[in-house]
């Protein structure tokens, strides 16, 4: 550590706590999101890939923020950042946040953000050189030692390109998110060709009921058991640390709609796609099963057949009259 850093890092609950440091004293952190900052606090433990499944209102731009400030403050503490990456000095090291729209990476991330740093103590970011009046601009944060936190967005084409060390895809799993799929590759690629194993790339999201992308769910499947990733489900009240968000906190929406209501906060959407109009899986399938003299179809139909009897499937004897089915 002394080799690595000239200064050596607090441990994740003074920075988050201590007024001399974030000062996030209020609630601090619930044990899940412990959990996650220490899976994205060690870029050595081959952790690349945090699939974070979230129930709504459960402080997922809050641990985003922490997160990102963890890491920018372990990097200024370094020596030099640019040599433990293997990078030239020159290069800018990024952060980069991607929220579904420009309004909800602006205000719902980005200015409580600025906030956070400006009322952060001076052991956090000014002791390494940091100004939060000049060095705080309008659509970014300027850190020394060539460190940058961006906050961007799915609507933009600009976000290519670039040296990103970390990167959070914010409510992937919103319809309103554009292409989730090819902007979780440009994160993967972009930050892999040039930290190596090093990256932190999170997607953060609870699951929408009808108005889902299902990514959030493909993510979860997909990386579930991968070496290389960090997955967890995380009801509302679990993940976040007020002690009055309880289940019972959302009774009127369990009453209202229990299936949206798990699905929402819990992340335990029903197996029947949501919002189906046939939610009886097994009744659907019982009432398609073919009587017994049915003739038994092959597929695809061998030509001789579909010739022969062309209207084999759809003409019935009922009660002695032959009934031909639309």
Known sequence: DDVLYEVIPVDIDTFVISKDYLGQDLYGL??????????????????????????????????????????????????????????????????????????????????????????????????????????????????????????????????????????????????????????????????????????????????????????????????LFRKDSFVAKYPTWVFNPNPKITKETFISEYEANPEEARTIYECDPPEYTIDAFFKDIDKLKKSMKPPEDRWPLEFPLPPDDFYRRPLSEAVRNIDGSIVELD
């Open 30 to 223: 619930s044990p899940a999101q412990r959990e996650v900052l220490e899976k994205a606090d060690d870029f050595e433990n081959g952790i690349n890939y945090l699939i974070l499944w979230v129930g709504k209102g459960g402080g997922k731009d809050f641990i985003t923020r922490i997160i990102f400030l963890r890491l920018v403050y372990k990097l200024l503490c370094m020596r030099s950042p640019h040599a433990y990456f293997g990078i030239p000095t020159t290069e800018i090291i990024t952060f980069l946040n991607v929220a579904a729209s420009a309004d909800q990476a602006q205000n719902v991330f980005f200015e409580p953000l600025k906030n956070m740093i400006r009322n952060a103590g001076s052991k956090a970011f000014i002791q390494f050189g940091f100004n939060p009046e000049t060095d705080i601009k309008e659509r970014m944060i300027v850190f020394p030692k060539n460190i940058v936190l961006l906050s961007g967005h799915s609507e933009a084409d600009t976000l290519e390109g670039k040296n990103i060390l970390v990167a959070v895809a914010d409510e992937i799993d919103a319809k309103t998110f554009r292409n989730p799929e090819k902007m979780w590759t440009m994160l993967r690629s972009s930050s892999r060709s040039r930290f190596s194993g090093k990256e932190k790339i999170a997607a953060i999201s609870y699951m929408r009921y009808s108005e889902s992308n299902g990514m959030i769910k493909k993510l979860y499947e997909e990386h």
